[in-house]
């Protein structure tokens, strides 16, 4: 059975930084598919932060999180990460990480995953 489940969220000063953490199960990291992360902020649509897919190793990036944002995967841990930095106010979010077996075309495309975390809330206050 597949699972996804977020953890790593929490409370950060502008300008600092966070791990977020996507542990699955039912499939590991090296099998056809992706994890995408997304956010939903305060009065906000849903909107794809990046994503990673397991046999190209390829990565995508809203351009929003571009040169701040950074994910990848352990393959022993079953575990994807978020890492964020330089974060601002805006990114206030419910993060969500998701699985899914999408092609490269729709890898951005939360239509695509069809597992989904919880969430987890990130706060970037002073």
């Known amino acids: 059975q597949v699972q996804v489940g977020e953890s790593g969220g929490g409370l950060v000063q502008p300008g600092g930084s966070l791990r977020l953490s996507c542990e699955v199960s039912?499939?590991?990291?090296?099998?056809?598919?992706?994890i995408g992360w997304f956010r939903q902020g305060p009065g906000q649509e849903r909107e794809v932060v990046g994503c990673i897919s397991f046999a190209d190793i390829m990565t995508y990036y809203a351009d929003s999180a571009k040169g701040r944002f950074t994910i990848f995967k352990d393959n022993t841990k079953n575990t994807v990460y978020l890492q964020m930095t330089s974060m601002k106010v805006e990114v206030t979010a419910v993060y969500h990480c998701?699985?899914?077996?999408?092609?490269?075309?729709?890898?951005?495309?939360?239509?695509?995953?069809?597992?989904w975390g919880q969430g987890t809330q990130v706060s970037v206050s002073s």
């Open positions: 039912g499939f590991t990291l090296d099998d056809d598919g992706a």
């Open positions: 998701a699985f899914g077996v999408p092609p490269l075309s729709t890898l951005r495309d939360e239509a695509e995953y069809a597992f």
